[in-house]
């Protein structure tokens, strides 16, 4: 779009913010997100059972005869800008911030999910109108709320052509941890191994699997509520969230309940138990072709004997593969077993700007020391790892299995 046709619909299109009430009232609420697999209910969820510290608003956009058009969560919250630096300098940080408790930490206003990847609500035609004038007003709408920081938070990168005119209103985009994408077209499991990986990654798949096998057999479930079984499945989840290094949003037992009676149609729940007893579950959800891993639990007192980790991945691909699915889809972290498995990196980005001019001029040079990926070194093996940083007219995910 041009600069002489973008004027008029600037002109054309306004900006305004509403509170979960409002939003109630609003028909286009409805339909948002209507092609993700996280729809509108799942923003509604998210609101009602994690971070009640978070404070939760919308933008509205409204067309030129006064509909709104499109609708865009956001979020404020306090950020530590050193979250992604290695957990080597732990110790330095929390020496400093015991005399600047305040030391690189902002009011943020996110643009996004609080847990999963950001979207652009509407068609492509308010996607573009949508984006310039959030980029010319964010700032002014950032400071009347009390936040120095703006961020669009892990948008994928298929959006980067339509984000791209952030870059031209102060806004440097650099990549959060990825997610991760596996094809998985074949007949079997079986075969997805024969012809994906290696003979060496294949020969200790069989032996652990075979070793599983052995020590006791494990039973597998699936259900779209895990509410019955929800006081054994939280602290697995619970078990792998504190062993991470990294920590994303922390979940609660009211979340996962409730993400199966709200979303029961896309959600499925994998349990596994050993003995009678529940050793994994996996929160999974379903959107077209793809079936993606979004959390798992795991019991670690016995985990890493019984192989938990690939027995899981075994399942679950396995049953995607049945019902016809053609990508496993999985959240960040834990990449090294992923990478052996022969999963893509599937980028998703930040876009970040302070609300000072001249402060934004200073983090545009610190941000690239202080962006996650670059302390990872599992991320520079996988085959795809230039995609990260690829420029718009690269990034477009193209069609079959490098998608």
């Not at 306004?14 to 209910?41: M, S, T, Y």
């Not at 949508?130 to 700032?139: N, R, T, W, Y």
């Not at 989840?237 to 149609?265: A, I, N, P």
Request: some cysteine; charged content about 25%.
């Amino acid at each position: 779009m041009t600069a002489s046709r973008r004027e008029p619909m600037q002109l054309a299109w306004r900006l305004e913010v509403i509170g979960r009430d409002d939003l109630q009232r609003c028909p286009r609420w409805q339909v948002a997100f209507a092609n993700e697999r996280k729809d509108h209910r799942y923003y509604e969820l998210v609101e009602d059972t994690l971070h009640p510290e978070f404070e939760y608003r919308y933008f509205v956009l409204r067309d030129a005869i006064g509909q709104i058009s499109a609708v865009q969560p956001f979020f404020l919250l306090d950020q530590d800008l050193l979250v992604g630096l290695s957990p080597r300098y732990q110790v330095l940080i929390d020496a400093v911030r015991s005399m600047l408790p305040r030391l690189m930490r902002a009011r943020t206003l996110m643009v996004g999910c609080v847990a999963g990847e950001g979207h652009l609500d509407g068609d492509e035609a308010c996607n573009a109108a949508g984006v310039e004038l959030l980029a010319s007003a964010i700032a002014r709408r950032a400071r009347r709320l009390g936040a120095q920081l703006i961020v669009f938070k892990e948008f994928p990168a298929r959006y980067r052509p339509a984000l791209e005119c952030l870059i031209s209103h102060g806004f440097t985009r650099i990549p959060s941890l990825p997610m991760t994408k596996l094809w998985i077209d074949y007949a079997s499991f079986d075969e997805y191994m024969k012809c994906a990986l290696n003979s060496a990654t294949r020969r200790k798949l069989r032996k652990k699997f075979e070793a599983t096998a052995r020590a006791s057999a494990l039973e597998m479930s699936i259900t779209n509520d895990v509410t019955p079984v929800i006081a054994q499945a939280f602290p697995l989840y619970l078990q792998v969230y504190e062993r991470s290094k990294l920590h994303f949003e922390k979940l609660t037992e009211k979340y996962f309940c409730d993400l199966g009676r709200r979303m029961g149609d896309k959600v499925r729940f994998f349990l596994w138990s050993h003995n009678g007893r529940l050793v994994a579950f996996a929160t999974c959800m379903v959107h077209r072709d793809a079936i993606y891993a979004e959390y798992i639990g795991l019991d670690y007192n016995i985990a890493l004997d019984l192989h938990l980790y690939h027995y899981v991945f075994r399942d679950m691909v396995s049953w995607a593969i049945a019902n016809g699915y053609k990508w496993f889809r999985s959240s960040g972290l834990n990449y090294d077993p992923k990478l052996h498995l022969r999963h893509l990196l599937d980028p998703i980005d930040l876009y970040v700007r302070h609300t000072s001019t001249p402060i934004n001029a200073v983090l545009k040079h610190v941000l690239p020391a202080l962006e996650p990926t670059r302390y990872d070194q599992t991320l520079a093996k996988f085959r795809n790892y230039q995609e990260l940083w690829a420029r718009p007219e690269t990034s477009r995910g193209s069609v079959g299995r490098s998608a």
